[in-house]
């Protein structure tokens, strides 16, 4: 079955730079998540959208910014890096309005600010 | 304050031996789901219970939850060496967002071959 895809996996960039992680949900699924989960901390809920639209916003730094397109998939701009962006970047997504319905995880991007 | 507190933060055991865990959280919720994650890997999830239900079961999984005491367990029975992993629960607040998960801080579970 397919499952929620991100790109990149891995990421190394230098302070201040700018990056973009991808998200793909499983198909027919309308609701995206974001979290971040730095190294030994529990996932943090950072943004989510259900149809193209933010439905909810968490501890989402102002140089972050996200959307979700037309063909579902959500894109993370991340700007002015700093050392402590460093984390796991997680997307998920869900089929139905909310967290009443089980979210499903992708694999993450490491993201490693140098 | 944190929703969402996995206790114990580490726990260690023998293949064979079962493994409980529990979550306490502090507000109303609407759901409580419990997902795995191995070292450095993605979240998958185990079970999802609702607050109108006690107990649910999902193979070797069981969890309970007690919403008068903000409280959830998961029991993993007859463990295995691939059991290893951290375990969160998370909550989704009731009458709060619907698009919002609050995860605990997890538990590490060892099971030593």
């Known amino acids: 079955a397919a499952g929620v895809i991100q790109s990149p996996r891995h990421l190394i960039k230098e302070k201040r730079e700018t990056a973009t992680l991808k998200c793909y949900p499983i198909p027919r699924h309308d609701t995206v998540y974001w979290y971040q989960q730095g190294p030994g901390q529990d996932p943090q809920f950072l943004i989510s959208?259900?149809?193209?639209?933010?439905?909810d916003k968490g501890s989402i730094p102002d140089r972050f910014s996200a959307q979700q397109f037309s063909d579902y998939h959500s894109e993370l701009n991340m700007s002015s890096l700093e050392l402590g962006d460093s984390a796991l970047y997680f997307c998920a997504s869900s089929l139905g309005q909310g967290v009443t319905y089980e979210q499903y995880f992708g694999p993450g991007t490491r993201l490693t600010v140098t | 304050s944190q929703q969402g507190e996995e206790d114990p933060q580490a726990l260690s055991i023998q293949e064979g031996e079962n493994a409980t865990m529990n979550c306490s959280y502090k507000t109303s919720i609407n759901n409580l789901q419990w997902y795995r994650q191995n070292s450095g890997r993605g979240l998958v999830h185990l079970i999802l219970i609702r607050s109108n239900e006690r107990e649910k079961h999902s193979g070797r999984l069981r969890v309970t939850l007690d919403t008068s005491k903000k409280s959830s367990s998961l029991l993993i029975t007859a463990s295995r060496a691939a059991d290893t992993a951290s375990y969160f629960c998370?909550?989704?607040?009731?009458?709060?967002?619907?698009?919002?998960?609050?995860f605990g801080k997890g538990t590490l579970l060892t099971v030593n071959p």
């Open positions: 959208f259900y149809e193209k639209m933010q439905s």
């Open positions: 998370a909550t989704d607040a009731k009458g709060g967002s619907n698009y919002k998960l609050t």
